[in-house]
């Protein structure tokens, strides 16, 4: 059973970073791709980023030069580094892993990203 529980969600103001992390257990996290999605209030889910099991990575578009995803597969880690964040950056934050890059088969619970002043 894949457990993915996330942590660091934070109030933050305009033009601050956030560090993402989240722990998996329950499965050979080495194996699969993890990544990161958002859901803000009123919205859907919006795709992040993921990193596959050799460390490639893909992003969303219009987050790329602001976010990294990285992982540490000896420690069944990953992070989302956050940085010059806006209030349009407020959501919550979901730590997923899966089969192929889209990372969407397993989620976690959530951490809420607040950008505000």
């Known amino acids: 059973q894949v457990q993915l529980v996330e942590s660091g969600g934070a109030l933050v103001q305009p033009g601050g970073s956030l560090t993402l992390s989240c722990a998996s257990s329950g499965s050979p996290f080495s194996v699969y791709f993890v990544g990161w999605y958002r859901q803000a209030p009123g919205q859907r889910r919006e795709f992040v980023a993921s990193i596959s099991p050799g460390g490639r990575t893909e992003y969303s578009e219009t987050l790329k030069d602001r976010f990294t995803i990285s992982r540490d597969n000896a420690k069944g880690t990953l992070w989302l580094q956050m940085n010059s964040l806006v209030p349009e950056d407020t959501a919550v934050y979901y730590c997923?892993?899966?089969?192929?890059?889209?990372?969407?088969?397993?989620w976690g619970q959530g951490t809420q990203v607040t950008v505000s002043s």
């Open positions: 997923t892993q899966g089969y192929t890059h889209t990372a969407d088969e397993y």
